[in-house]
């Protein structure tokens, strides 16, 4: 249990376009999402953290006009970058988190990889 | 701010060797601590993590890793590496609902 996907699994677009990437928690419902990204050989940065229903918190720095998150049901989010560049080229990765306190779990997504050229 | 520290972006050991990833955490409060590892392409799997309780936790694959607090670290272990065992290894505290990550510890397993 506690499978979460992420489509597609690559992608390449042209600079100047849109891309979204879906992450879906196949086997429970996730109040709370989060999108990560990571740049080769460094870590995971959280973006923003998106409750189903409500805005998205974005974390200092990230532009939410570029960066567009929707959590319209409890098994989908999506991220949409907006006027791709390529200096947005990297790997993001969702997570999902189930409703309850004593879950302190986030169950991964597989990633998705971003190459803007 | 809070941060978490892994000494060694880079470890190798021979197979059947001690494996040993080392985190330290900055925290003002009991931290939820995790440890994460996450092959080429791939996302995270969860290998152990420690919330209450015992201070030794036993996680996936052989690996445990030991919650001391007076030293704020929960460093990773393996008796005997495997050759699959090479990765990336990510330590990682959560406060309140966020996580946050270390630089992560790619691990190589040299035959």
């Known amino acids: 249990g506690a499978v979460v996907s992420q489509h597609p699994s690559w992608v390449i677009c042209k600079s100047g376009t849109s891309v979204k990437i879906e992450c879906r928690s196949l086997d429970f419902q996730a109040t709370t999402m989060f999108w990560y990204r990571q740049f080769p050989k460094q870590s995971l940065m959280l973006m923003a953290t998106?409750?189903?229903?409500?805005?998205?918190?974005?974390e200092q720095g990230v532009e939410k006009d570029k960066f567009l998150i929707n959590h319209a049901s409890l098994t989908l989010s999506t991220l949409t970058v907006t006027s791709a560049h390529p200096e947005d080229s990297s790997f993001y990765i969702c997570?999902?988190?189930?409703?309850?306190?004593?879950?302190?779990?986030?169950?991964f997504g597989p990633g998705t990889r971003l190459t803007v050229t | 701010a809070q941060s978490v520290t892994q000494l060694g972006s880079h470890v190798s050991v021979s197979e059947g060797a001690l494996v040993l990833l080392r985190c330290n955490y900055s925290s003002s409060v009991p931290p939820y601590l995790f440890w994460y590892v996450q092959y080429p392409n791939q996302g995270l799997q969860l290998l152990l993590k420690?919330?209450?309780?015992?201070?030794l936790v036993k996680g996936i694959n052989g690996f445990e890793a030991e919650f001391k607090k007076s030293e704020t670290s929960f460093h990773l272990t393996k008796p005997s590496a495997h050759m699959s065992d090479a990765a990336e290894y990510f330590c990682?505290?959560?406060?309140?609902?966020?996580?946050?990550f270390g630089p992560g510890t790619r691990l190589s397993v040299l035959p």
């Open positions: 990682a505290v959560l406060y309140g609902q966020n996580f946050v």
């Open positions: 420690y919330t209450t309780g015992a201070t």
């Open positions: 997570s999902a988190a189930h409703g309850g306190q004593a879950d302190y779990e986030q169950y």
């Open positions: 998106s409750n189903e229903g409500s805005k998205a918190t974005y």
